[in-house]
């Protein structure tokens, strides 16, 4: 049996997840990563995709998360997000307004490194986009 850990999934709206989890996979921005009890420490930042966390109690459940941070240590991980929703919750339509939004920001940027962060993102988006409507 898997050792668990402490697991919290904050947005600035409101505390999504406190509990023991056996596992959970976070997107960080070098790629996915599975969180495990005694981890070594590790602080990552977080781009658009699902979290998805496996309670100690066995059950999966899953969160659309929007970037943001993640504390991870021997006992714990924290995922402080910009914003998440649980994946029941999640809207294709809210998504794309964000997908609509970033192309507008994009169109209107005019400084080089702003474009650049601009189309990460978009780009993120769109990814997130496509998993969601296959998944």
């Known amino acids: ?15 999504l997840v406190s509990e023991q989890a056996s596992e959970v996979v976070i997107p960080a921005t070098e790629g996915e990563m599975t969180v495990m009890a005694r981890h070594a420490p590790t602080m990552t930042t977080l781009k658009p995709g699902v979290v998805t966390v496996k309670s100690a109690a066995g059950k999966t459940a899953k969160y659309v998360v929007f970037g943001g941070f993640a504390d991870i240590s021997a006992t714990g ?12 919750e999640f809207s294709t339509d809210a998504l794309q307004a964000r997908i609509d939004t970033a192309r507008k920001e994009l169109a209107a940027a005019q400084d080089h490194e702003k474009r650049n962060g601009i189309e990460e993102f978009l780009s993120e988006l769109t990814q997130l986009h496509g998993a969601v409507i296959a998944g």
């Open 1 to 15: 049996m898997a050792d668990n850990f402490n697991f919290e999934l904050v947005s600035p709206e409101r505390l």
């Open 77 to 88: 991980l924290t995922v402080l997000a910009e914003s998440a929703v649980p994946a029941t």
